[in-house]
T-cell receptor
Framework: ETGVTQTPRHLVMGMTNKKSLKCEQHLGHNAMYWYKQSAKKPLELMFVYSLEERVENNSVPSRFSPECPNSSHLFLHLHTLQPEDSALYLC??????????????FGPGTRLTVL | AQKVTQAQTEISVVEKEDVTLDCVYETRDTTYYLFWYKQPPSGELVFLIRRNSFDEQNEISGRYSWNFQKSTSSFNFTITASQVVDSAVYFCALSGKNYGGATNKLIFGTGTLLAVQP
């Protein structure tokens, strides 16, 4: 596997379900990101991790819970979601030099539908 | 405040036409980076280019070219002889402040949907 991978690619869940999205990067990067992309809306940054430490939580509801067990893996745990949470969830990673030169590389996304 | 504006929501062209996607940005930083990403229907954002604020030379990569003009705060993207496979949403982005640690923020525009008809 190369680049950034995400599983599952598609997920349908009910509002009472608990599910997790997984992201894995094979680039040796130190920083990882979760974004939400809803129809007709700009990309919204949700969480940022640097060396497994959360450095940004962009006012995301607690029904979204991120986890970064190591610099290669990032999870987004979902519980009691709402229909408006249906969106494409994108994971990205960057080298983590601490400078604004870093390029973020994205995974293919998980398309989530909440019924 | 930092902002990226892509005023063109949708563009439709016929194959082999040239097309330019506009990007205008706002920042008070003296050093910054600009990016273009392509998002095909599959969903993945594909990195196309990164340009730093000190390098105003135009860049060409095959059928793609980028025109960076600091005086007008623009970083436009031109596709020459467009092809159906170019159909996608294209995002322009600006590097923002670091969050802390080893991360950086990207400010994205709202994207331009390019449809290339055969």
């Amino acid at each position: 596997e190369t680049g950034v991978t995400q599983t599952p690619r598609h997920l349908v869940m009910g509002m009472t379900n608990k599910k997790s999205l997984k992201c894995e990067q094979h680039l040796g990067h130190n920083a990882m990101y979760w974004y939400k992309q809803s129809a007709k809306k700009p990309l919204e940054l949700m969480f940022v991790y640097s060396l497994e430490e959360r450095v940004e939580n962009n006012s995301v509801p607690s029904r979204f819970s991120p986890e970064c067990p190591n610099s290669s893996h990032l999870f987004l745990h979902l519980h009691t979601l709402q229909p408006e949470d249906s969106a494409l969830y994108l994971c990205a990673s960057s080298q983590g030099t601490g400078r604004n030169t870093d390029t973020q590389y994205f995974g293919p996304g998980t398309r989530l539908t909440v019924l | 405040a930092q902002k990226v504006t892509q005023a063109q929501t949708e563009i439709s062209v016929v194959e082999k036409e040239d097309v330019t996607l506009d990007c205008v940005y706002e920042t008070r930083d003296t050093t910054y980076y600009l990016f273009w990403y392509k998002q095909p229907p599959s969903g993945e954002l594909v990195f196309l280019i990164r340009r730093n604020s000190f390098d105003e030379q135009n860049e060409i990569s095959g059928r793609y070219s980028w025109n960076f003009q600091k005086s007008t705060s623009s970083f436009n993207f031109t596709i020459t002889a467009s092809q159906v496979v170019d159909s996608a949403v294209y995002f322009c982005a600006l590097s923002g402040k670091n969050y802390g640690g080893a991360t950086n923020k990207l400010i994205f525009g709202t994207g331009t949907l390019l449809a290339v008809q055969p």
